[in-house]
Structure formats: structure tokens, C-alpha cells
T-cell receptor, first 111, second 113 residues
Framework: GESVGLHLPTLSVQEGDNSIINCAYSNSASDYFIWYKQESGKGPQFIIDIRSNMDKRQGQRVTVLLNKTVKHLSLQIAATQPGDSAVYFCAENIRGTALIFGKGTTLSVSS | EAGVAQSPRYKIIEKRQSVAFWCNPISGHATLYWYQQILGQGPKLLIQFQNNGVVDDSQLPKDRFSAERLKGVDSTLKIQPAKLEDSAVYLC???????????FGPGTRLLVL
């Protein structure tokens, strides 16, 4: 079936380090991928997205890498800050159908 | 630009009672979504509207859940009667169209006792 999973439920880093959050997807037909950040008590906040015709996309302090060969997605956060502490979800979309979310990785940043 | 608005933010009810949630999407967004997020999990789509028409309600428990978007703007989600397992955060999201980025509201936290 269709599913999006994350490799680690939690990730702890020091302030200033680079963080890498990984995600594996199962459906090779997925053509759109999104990373969301969800802080406690809030709705998911869009971070960055990537379409299947790309393998890398950069934003402000964030980079998403897509490896379609092994069906792997990662989110890299440069110079992680305490404000980056949150749950991060990857989600996939197949030809405009419903977004499918994984279970999330909790990022904890200590100063 | 104003984001997606939802109300109420919190609701506590007893099982078998009814409850309704309201969502106002970002202005101009044709597509509106309702998700259920159970504690510790990612959001799960309940229903998707394109303007005032339903696109996908395959995961909506239709015996107790209903949703409408009569004028193609605001939407309401209703649960009647509520069960204990309905305790969750109900998130509304909107997008310009079905294949564009979805933006989420703050959610309504429902506790069924």
C-alpha cells in the first residue's frame, strides 16, 4: 500500500549543528513531496517541497534531497536553532490525490 | 495574507454528543481539506473539497461525520454522535488548487469523555 515512513522518531542535536531528517516512501508513482514542521499546539507549517523531476531544492537554511532510485527523501537544516525544535513530517502526493503523511520525527535542539 | 482560520480551538464533549468545527480558508483557495490527527501520528485526510464539490471522502466515517462547503468558501465538519476514539486534532487546510501547496490552520483539539 501507499505509505510514507521516517527512519527515526527522534533526533537530538546541539545548537549550530546541521540536522538531517530522513524519510522513506514506498510508491514510485509519487510525484510531489513536502516537508512540514509542526510545533506543539499548532498546525503543520509548510517548509519546502520538491517535485519528482528534481533531486535537490534549497530554501533558507533548508535543503530537500530526493533519491528516486532508493525512494528516499531527506531534509537538511543548516545551523540548527532552538526555534527549529518541532515535529517534522514528510508527505507524498500522487498525481494530485490526497497527501499521505508519515508519523513524524521530533527534533530537539539544545543550546 | 491571513492564514487558515479555525474555531473553536478547543472542545470537550461527552460521548454520544454532537460537535461542529468551522474553517475559513485562505482567500482565493479553491481546494479545502479536513484532516484528523491522532496524538503521535501524522494527519489523515477525512475529506477534500474543490470549490463546493466533494473530491475525496473515502476515509470519512459517514455514519457519524459530515462536512459541507455550501458557498465554496467556509466549511463545517460535524460529528454526531461522538465516540471516545474521535479525540484528536481536526485540521483544516487549503490550497489554490488540488495540486498546489496545502496550508494548514491551527486545528481544533477535541476531547471526548
Amino acid at each position: 500500500g501507499e505509505s510514507v515512513g521516517l527512519h527515526l522518531p527522534t533526533l537530538s542535536v546541539q545548537e549550530g549543528d546541521n540536522s538531517i531528517i530522513n524519510c522513506a516512501y514506498s510508491n514510485s508513482a509519487s510525484d510531489y513531496f513536502i516537508w512540514y514542521k509542526q510545533e506543539s499546539g499548532k498546525g503543520p507549517q509548510f517548509i519546502i517541497d520538491i517535485r519528482s523531476n528534481m533531486d535537490k531544492r534549497q530554501g533558507q537554511r533548508v535543503t530537500v534531497l530526493l533519491n528516486k532510485t532508493v525512494k528516499h527523501l531527506s531534509l537538511q537544516i543548516a545551523a540548527t536553532q532552538p526555534g527549529d525544535s518541532a515535529v517534522y513530517f514528510c508527505a507524498e502526493n500522487i498525481r494530485g490525490t490526497a497527501l499521505i503523511f508519515g508519523k513524524g520525527t521530533t527534533l530537539s535542539v539544545s543550546s | 495574507e491571513a492564514g487558515v482560520a479555525q474555531s473553536p480551538r478547543y472542545k470537550i464533549i461527552e460521548k454520544r454528543q454532537s460537535v461542529a468545527f468551522w474553517c475559513n480558508p485562505i482567500s482565493g483557495h479553491a481546494t479545502l481539506y479536513w484532516y484528523q490527527q491522532i496524538l503521535g501520528q501524522g494527519p489523515k485526510l477525512l475529506i477534500q473539497f474543490q470549490n463546493n464539490g466533494v473530491v475525496d471522502d473515502s476515509q470519512l466515517p459517514k455514519d457519524r461525520f459530515s462536512a459541507e462547503r455550501l458557498k465554496g468558501v467556509d466549511s463545517t465538519l460535524k460529528i454526531q454522535p461522538a465516540k471516545l476514539e474521535d479525540s484528536a486534532v481536526y485540521l483544516c487546510a487549503s490550497s489554490l488548487s488540488y495540486d498546489k501547496t496545502q496550508y494548514f490552520g491551527p486545528g481544533t483539539r477535541l476531547l471526548v469523555l
